[in-house]
C-alpha cells in the first residue's frame, strides 16, 4: 500500500500526539517520579519554614520521594512566590502561602505574577492566632502597659514583623488603627531575623505567628502578654485575648499549598491526599496543637473561597489605613 508523504506526516503528527497524551497520563499517574521542591518564601528558623519542614517529613513519607525546602526570603513573599509561578505545572515545585499570598494584590503597586490566575490552589493546611511578645525582662505585662507607653511616648515603641504585608505586621497596623498607638513598624526578611532581635532587645515586640514563638515561650525566652484570638477564645493560658483591651481586634494567620496554574487535577489530589494523611498524624496533631494550630486541610475550592474572602477583608483595611509597601 502506498502512503503519500502527506498522509504519512498526518500519521507521524497523530502517533507522536497519542504518544504524548499517553506519556503525560503515565507522569501522572505515577506522581512524583522524582524529589519535590517546597518554596518556603521566608527564612529558615520562622513559623512557616516549622510548619513546612514538619509537614514535609511526613508527606515524604507518604508520596514516596524527598520534599526538599527551598528558602527564599524577600519582597513580602514575592521571591519565592514568583519561583512557583512561573514553574512548570508539574506538581515539583510548590508554595507553602500564607496571609500575605492573599494581601500582595493591594499593598504591592506591581506585581511579577497574577496571583489569581498564575496559581492553583491545592489545600489549605491550617490556621492559628498570633501573639503579641516580649522580653522576659520588659517593662510591658500586659496590652494596656504598651498602650500607656505609646501614648507617654509616641513613636519610641518599635515592633518586628516577618515582611510587609505579612500577618506580624498587619495585625501591628489593626493594633495601631483600633487605638490610634504610634507605634512604628520594623520589617525583617523572615521571623527568624526578626525574633533575633525582639530577644536581643533592638525592637520593643513582635505580633508574631503562634508557631514562630512556641519554642521561645516554652522555654521563658519571650513573654506573651496577648493573643489575637476573639475574646476568650485565647490557647494560651493565663494569656487573655487582645480583643478584652481593644475590642474589635482579631487577627488570623494561615498556611496553605500552591502549585502553578495548569498543574493536573490527578497531581493535586495526590499532593492533597498527603497532605490530609500527614494533618491525621498524632504526632503532627500534637505538634500543631503545641503551636496554636488549628489543621484544616480540605478541597481547592474550599481554599480559593478562604482566600478570596481574605483578600477583601484586607484589602478594605489596607486602604483605609493608606498602608504601603516598606
Known amino acids: 500500500m502506498h502512503i503519500d508523504r502527506r498522509h504519512f506526516g498526518a500519521l507521524t503528527a497523530g502517533a507522536l500526539a497519542a504518544l504524548s497524551i499517553k506519556q503525560t497520563a503515565w507522569a501522572q499517574e505515577n506522581y512524583p517520579g522524582k524529589p519535590v521542591k517546597l518554596v518556603v518564601p521566608f527564612s529558615p528558623g520562622g513559623g512557616t519554614d516549622t510548619v513546612a519542614r514538619t509537614l514535609c517529613q511526613l508527606m515524604s513519607k507518604n508520596l514516596g520521594q524527598p520534599i526538599i ?3 527564599r526570603p524577600g519582597a ?14 508539574d506538581g515539583y515545585t510548590l508554595l507553602v502561602a500564607t496571609l500575605a499570598h492573599a494581601v500582595n494584590l493591594s499593598m504591592q503597586p506591581k506585581m511579577p505574577y497574577n496571583t489569581e490566575k498564575d496559581f492553583a490552589a491545592v489545600t489549605l493546611i491550617g490556621s492559628s492566632h498570633n ?22 511616648e509616641p513613636g519610641k515603641l518599635y515592633y518586628a514583623s516577618q515582611g510587609g504585608g505579612t500577618s506580624a505586621h498587619l495585625a501591628g497596623e489593626m493594633f495601631r488603627n483600633l487605638t490610634g498607638a504610634n507605634i512604628t513598624h520594623v520589617p525583617y526578611k523572615g521571623a527568624g531575623p526578626a525574633l533575633t532581635d525582639v530577644l536581643g532587645g533592638q525592637v520593643t515586640m513582635m505580633f508574631a505567628t503562634h508557631a514562630a514563638v512556641a519554642g521561645f515561650l516554652a522555654s521563658n525566652r519571650l513573654r506573651a502578654i496577648g493573643v489575637t484570638a476573639p475574646k476568650g477564645q485565647s490557647k494560651l493560658p493565663g494569656v ?16 496553605a499549598l ?19 494523611t500527614a494533618c491525621e498524624n498524632p504526632e503532627f496533631i500534637k505538634r500543631a496543637a503545641d503551636e496554636g494550630i488549628t489543621l484544616r486541610p480540605g478541597a481547592p ?22 498602608i504601603t509597601p516598606d
Open 69 to 71: 525546602i527551598d528558602n
Open 76 to 89: 513580602s513573599t514575592i521571591l519565592g512566590s514568583e519561583v512557583v509561578a512561573k514553574s512548570p505545572p
Open 131 to 152: 501573639v503579641l511578645v516580649v522580653r522576659p525582662d520588659s517593662p510591658f505585662k500586659t496590652v494596656k502597659d504598651v498602650l500607656d507607653a505609646a501614648k507617654a
Open 240 to 255: 487573655p485575648s487582645i480583643e478584652e483591651t481593644v475590642p474589635g481586634y482579631v487577627v488570623d494567620s494561615w498556611y
Open 258 to 276: 500552591y502549585a502553578a496554574a495548569g498543574t493536573p487535577t490527578p497531581v493535586i489530589q495526590k499532593i492533597i491526599t498527603s497532605v490530609k
Open 301 to 322: 475550592a474550599d481554599l480559593d473561597a478562604f482566600v478570596k474572602a481574605d483578600i477583601e477583608r484586607w484589602r478594605k483595611i489596607i486602604r483605609e489605613n493608606q
